[in-house]
């Protein structure tokens, strides 16, 4: 049965349409390459949107021209679609040194946020346990306590052992980072908690260590990989948020199309610091518990925390944004 498109739908889509026109200019006049992956990806967004209107458009008779241009559009579309996938290492390199950064910097205040919980556990750790000592022993267990309180670091036990321990660490690490990112699909929850529960956990250690004149011997050795760990778990979480965020405001999207979205730009989010887990495991498994000097476990883990902030924060080609103003 024929329909009658309302103005105010017709409005209300072409803002994408002509998005979408933009963007295929753009690789036409400029080739593929001149488009970014995000905005790659839009394309193909915008694709599927765009699909699903001229299917709305080719039952309303008096909307031929508009169905007429929308079908251009995918025809164009296609080609570009199913032709600009780079193959091989040069995709990962591209991604390293120009994607990655580019949607950090994008979606900084998902980053930014995550950071805040995870101080906000942080502090609430190390309040709760110079309150009440108890609170230490729940959260540690009784043998990491008795440890700590013989003035012994736990960390002792992986000297001998580097490749098994480098091993499991990273998968930790990586199981950690995925669970943060993947507990955002349930409106954002699981990366709230991950990040403020480790937060806590990081907050009960540090002052519990403090207290039994550990601090040096615990900081010299989170220092090395710490710098590149503790911001992944950080990265983590801001990509578990944006798919969260995705979940709760579609925004001017449907519902499923900002899932898709939100969970395309939140898994880039995450896949980017899984170089960064491995190498922080390599150093945690064999130079963080090593008897190396400790300024030379400062220096390094200053190193690559100033490596790693330029890298995530040097000017970069910008990532235009999709058109999703609620998010």
Known sequence: MAIILSNQWLAK?????????????????????????????ETALLYRQAASDLSTLRQDSTARAYAELVNQLLARAHHIIYSSRRKGFMKIFYFLRDD????????????????IILLAGGALGSVLTLARPQFMR???GPQMVDTIEHHKMWTDSIVGLEPEASSAIMTNNITVCFMAFAGGIVFGLGPIWSMF???????????????????????S??????????????????AGLRLGRGVVFPGLYRWRDSIALAGAEATRMVAGVVPLLVIAGSL???????????????????CLFALLIFWLFRPVRP?????????
């Open 284 to 302: 945690e498994g064999f130079f963080s518990p090593s008897a190396a000097p400790r300024w030379l476990k400062f220096t390094v883990g200053g």
């Open 221 to 238: 050795f989170v220092a090395p990989h710490g710098s590149l760990e503790l911001p992944s778990i950080v990265l983590a979480g801001a």
């Open 138 to 140: 729940h959260m540690l």
């Open 319 to 327: 990532v235009r944004r999709p058109l999703e103003p609620s998010q």
């Open 100 to 115: 990655y950064p580019a949607v950090v910097q994008r979606r900084f205040r998902y980053v930014l946020l995550s950071l």
């Open 13 to 41: 889509r072409r803002p994408y349409w002509d998005r979408l026109n933009w963007l295929l200019n753009q690789a036409t006049q400029g080739g593929v390459h001149r488009l970014s992956r995000a905005e790659l990806r």
């Open 197 to 219: 529960f480790n937060g806590l956990l990081l907050g009960v250690v540090g002052v519990a260590c403090q207290q039994h004149g550990l601090a040096l011997s615990l900081w």
